[in-house]
């Protein structure tokens, strides 16, 4: 039976920017800011795992490029729409843009800024700390979400096309 490469500590990335374990962090959208937790393996420059925010659960896949610290993330929630994350691995973390994609015209639905970090170090947990004091769960600004599911009012989805 193969190790698959999650079983395999040697399997895991060695760069300090993409450990394998806990990730927490952050994406807003127009004036929300969402919460999420996620498991994330980094290795051979794959990277796969799962999470949890406001919207529900979700898988994770995608690759990364250590020299270039840059890293692709598909996050496909459970029975819903998915979401393309494209960022930068610096010290405190990755960085970068979220979108969202019309699945049959392949234009960009929305799109904003997400911020990720590894718990498993001092200046993770010190994030990690300081977004949940300041934060909570999730920040409602208009609306807020219930059950998993965003209650929107008077907010409608703007169009976004890639440059």
Not at 4 to 30: I, T
Not at 44 to 52: A, I, M, N, V, Y
Not at 111 to 133: D, K, N, V, Y
Not at 146 to 161: C, D, E, F, K, M
Request: net charge neutral; glycine share 12%.
């Amino acid at each position: 039976m193969a190790i698959r490469p999650w079983e395999n500590e040697s399997a895991r990335e060695a760069d300090a920017r993409f450990p394998s374990g806990r990730w927490v962090g952050f994406w807003r959208q127009d004036i929300y800011r969402g919460r999420m937790e996620l498991d994330i393996t980094f290795g051979g420059g794959r990277l796969f795992g799962d999470g949890r925010d406001c919207i529900g659960d979700f898988v994770l896949s995608g690759h990364y490029d250590g020299q270039a610290g840059k890293c692709c993330i598909l996050k496909a929630y459970l029975g819903q729409h998915e979401v393309e994350y494209d960022g930068t691995a610096t010290a405190d973390g990755i960085r970068g843009v979220w979108r969202i994609r019309d699945t049959q015209t392949k234009r960009f639905l929305d799109a904003g800024p997400f911020h990720i970090w590894p718990t498993s170090t001092e200046e993770g947990e010190a994030l990690h700390s300081e977004a949940s004091r300041s934060s909570g769960t999730f920040v409602p600004l208009r609306d807020e979400y219930v059950a998993g599911q965003r209650r929107r009012s008077n907010l409608t989805p703007r169009i976004i096309h890639p440059a």
